[in-house]
């Protein structure tokens, strides 16, 4: 009787073993209903103890294996930037994009998508699914503040698409500009935490800053520097990065076919400089003859054609600091009409490299289960080239206004390697018709209007649709989450998330009249601040975007009322037919900027780029002494001692042998730097001035085989931007002196490096190129700045 007792207790306690065993297995796959898919990262099962002593008589649980849900979707996000609503053919514009209508005519065009009005903020908004200042990104992140929604810290209560997926099993990768990454972070010091690897990319290949060189672009593989193939005459950025994508998708489908990925395929292009292969822009020539006027009257007779507008839509006002294109000399519409063919040719050039990677993702058999968004600009056109445009983007951040005369000289090498181009404000006005305003200007829609295109046969039926609900760049994240077919996070490494700011647009896929779920939308970007509500948008223009500085206090600013349900181009104004309403959306625009840290609204910009002005941390903590040992390359300008607007020395401990060249310290390139050096056994320095003027000063004297102490000393004569007199000392004996004429005030280049031992990127000095590398040994440089005699 006891024993059947045992028998029977000990089948009871093995069932409850095996059901607890086999409740773990079914878990093990990573796809049962029952993983908590809200809290990451999703627990793994736990098993019970195994009995057995032989490990072959007994059968080990499945391994635990991370999965998404069943049939969930490959997710790629194409992010063009600094592109208008009016430039791509697909919204009647004149660039020719014949991917995005390719898309558009197996998907849906939306033509209420609204992003932030400016570069980071887009981008962070875009790939968490919160708002610009809820992520601390109110501006660029070269402009961060001290203030709670600007500090540039992504919050840890936010966690990114790109984590969230990978930690629901998806492979990731990020391509192109990625922006979010705050300045002082973007050394080899790091951290890393805000890179793209930090944020949930598997892989990330392209350029951590605003903007890059095209021909010669910062490339990072991951958080490594890398060097892409800059002596191929067919070389470019674009080109580059599309290849590493296609390969890393070809590679991941290869060796895990039924494992969905997501990819970030963000362009530099086509934000300044406007670099183009010659072959695109040229197939543009004489197309736009008709100048900027005649071409927004043209875009939009193509945008009711298309259906992308209403038919009633009339193009709102010009601003007044644009002027009529029949004005114009011969002499400015030929240097703008060239300026607007190489902008086209880039465009087109664009849109033939997503086409390349929707070819990849059709030849694998991925394109149906393929959810496309293919963003058409992360804001506005820029009106940042000013009136006339500018050769060098540099001067522009360093207070120098380009003329007509010194832009004509360049006509010919727009877009090419030698220029580093922006077009003139009224092609961006044009390239955001019907609207009146452009980038930076988030109170219009001119700034904030993008067309954008959903693909996605598997999941929507409808094809060849234009969609008209309001949408905002936050409303990305909880589409994607849905299609997926899991929760936003409740919880990510055991930190509560903030409750999901966007709202999906799942819902308007196979309908087109389905109600708006994005009711109400604030926008503001240096003062230049709206809301939208319910059809009804309200807003004012702070400061032009071609300006530096305001003309007014925040306190004066006027307003504007618009009925945007009714008057889809904001041309009518009713702030004085209906002020109640006004002041209604006023109230509501300070009840969103108190909940979301819009609050203390900041409208300065370039003097930010100083971090004491700004408040912001500096890698060098104020420092006026730095030392540098060979090796040292690459180092962002925001991460170096900065040497500008002051007295400075620089203190060299070299040995070389006789007739030694090369650079010993640099920082910047073609377009503006500075450069200590040698070149057949003379120190010299040169300060090459936005690529506008050099400065050399160069020593007669040769240097024996040996060691050495060389030092350049350079006595500033005051204010920004100034010039000095600048000498070369050799053993503490003064061996050459001379006068630099004028300096940068503000920025050298914002993908160019300081470099110790050769000259990284573009040339500061083309005396050298190809030929930086310093041919002695340097023991290390000292660098100090003094503050100018007064």
């Not at 003139?424 to 219009?444: D, E, I, L, R, Y």
């Not at 998330?497 to 999906?504: D, H, I, K, L, S």
Request: proline share 6%; with cysteine; hydrophobic share 35%.
């Amino acid at each position: 009787m006891k024993s059947n007792l045992l028998v029977v207790l000990m089948t009871a306690a093995l069932c409850c073993i095996w059901t607890s065993s086999q409740a773990a297995q079914e878990q093990s796959s990573g796809t049962s209903a029952t993983l908590d898919r809200a809290t990451l990262p999703i627990k793994e099962p736990t098993y019970p103890a195994i009995t057995e002593l032989d490990a072959r008589k007994v059968t080990a649980p499945a391994r635990f294996q991370l999965k998404p849900p069943e049939n969930a979707p490959n997710i790629v996000i194409v992010l063009i930037d600094d592109i208008g609503f009016g430039h791509s053919s697909a919204f009647g514009g004149p660039i020719h994009t014949p991917t995005l209508e390719k898309l558009a005519a197996n998907g849906l065009k939306y033509n209420r998508f609204h992003t932030t009005a400016l570069c980071s903020p887009t981008r962070t908004a875009l790939l968490t699914g919160y708002n610009h200042h809820s992520n601390n990104a109110g501006a660029i992140m070269e402009l961060a503040t001290a203030f709670p929604g600007n500090t540039g810290i992504r919050p840890q209560s936010i966690t990114p698409i790109a984590q969230v997926l990978r930690m629901n099993g998806y492979s990731t990768a990020a391509f192109g500009k990625y922006h979010e990454t705050p300045p002082w972070e973007g050394s080899v010091s790091g951290p890393y935490d805000r890179w793209p690897t930090g944020s949930g990319f598997d892989k990330f290949y392209g350029f951590i800053g605003g903007e890059t060189n095209q021909w010669h672009p910062m490339v990072y593989d991951g958080i490594t520097r890398v060097y892409p193939d800059l002596n191929n005459p067919k070389y470019h950025f674009t080109n580059d990065m599309t290849d590493q994508a296609i390969g890393w998708m070809n590679t991941q489908q290869s060796l895990t076919p039924d494992k969905p990925f997501f990819m970030y395929f963000a362009t530099g292009a086509t934000h300044a400089p406007h670099h183009a292969p010659k072959a695109y822009s040229d197939k543009y020539k004489g197309k736009f003859s008709q100048g900027w006027d005649k071409l927004r009257e043209e875009t939009l007779a193509r945008q009711k054609q298309l259906g992308v507008v209403p038919q009633n839509t009339v193009l709102a006002h010009k601003p007044t600091d644009i002027k009529d294109w029949d004005k114009l000399s011969a002499d400015e519409k030929r240097l703008f009409e060239r300026q607007m063919e190489v902008f086209a040719g880039f465009g087109e050039h664009t849109d033939a490299q997503v086409g390349r990677l929707v070819d990849a993702l059709s030849a694998r058999g991925k394109l149906d289960n393929t959810l496309i968004f293919y963003i058409v600009g992360d804001n506005g056109s820029s009106a940042e080239g000013g009136m006339i445009g500018m050769y060098n983007e540099s001067t522009i951040f360093n207070g120098v206004p380009e003329t007509l005369a010194m832009q004509l000289k360049k006509i010919s090498e727009l877009g090419t390697e030698h220029t580093y181009n922006h077009f003139a404000a009224g092609w961006a006005v044009a390239g955001n018709t019907p609207f009146t305003w452009t980038k930076q200007v988030a109170s219009n829609f001119g700034g904030t209007r993008n067309g954008m295109v959903v693909h996605w046969p598997a999941g929507i039926k409808a094809k060849n649709e234009v969609r008209s609900q309001f949408h905002h760049v936050i409303d990305i994240a909880p589409t994607i989450y849905a299609a997926v077919g899991i929760p936003a996070p409740r919880s990510v490494d055991g930190i509560e998330q903030r409750p999901m700011e966007g709202a999906g647009m799942n819902y308007s896929f196979d309908n087109a009249n389905a109600p708006d779920t994005h009711k109400t939308q604030y926008f503001e970007m240096f003062g230049n601040r709206a809301i939208y509500h319910e059809g009804w948008f309200a807003g004012t223009v702070h400061r032009l975007p071609w300006v530096t500085k305001p003309d007014h206090a925040l306190v004066d600013d006027v307003w504007e009322l618009y009925n945007v349900n009714d008057d889809f181009s904001q041309a009518n104004n009713l702030v004085d037919k209906n002020p109640e309403k006004l002041a209604e959306l006023q109230k509501r625009f300070m009840d969103e900027a108190l909940k979301y840290n819009v609050l203390p609204i900041d409208d300065r910009s370039i003097e930010r780029f100083d971090p004491k002005i700004a408040g912001r941390p500096d890698l060098m903590n104020g420092k006026t002494s730095l030392t540098l040992y060979e090796g040292a390359k690459g180092i962002p300008e925001n991460a170096f001692i900065n040497i500008k607007n002051t007295s400075l020395s620089i203190d060299a401990e070299v040995e070389v042998p006789g007739n030694a060249s090369g650079v010993m310290l640099c920082q910047g390139g073609d377009f503006g730097g500075w450069t200590f050096y040698m070149k057949d056994g003379k120190p010299a320095y040169t300060y090459n001035w936005l690529g506008l003027e050099q400065f050399t000063i160069s020593s007669k004297q040769k240097l024996t085989a040996g060691k050495h102490n060389l030092k350049f000393a350079f006595a500033y004569d005051g204010g920004r931007g100034a010039g000095g007199t600048g000498t070369i000392l050799l053993e503490g004996k003064k061996i050459a002196e001379g006068k630099i004429g004028k300096t940068h005030s503000n920025a050298f280049g914002i993908d160019e490096t300081a470099d110790v031992g050769e000259d990284q990127n573009t040339p500061v000095n083309p005396a050298y190129k190809g030929k930086s590398q310093f041919t002695g040994k340097i023991n290390k440089i000292t660098l100090e700045t003094f503050p100018a005699k007064k």
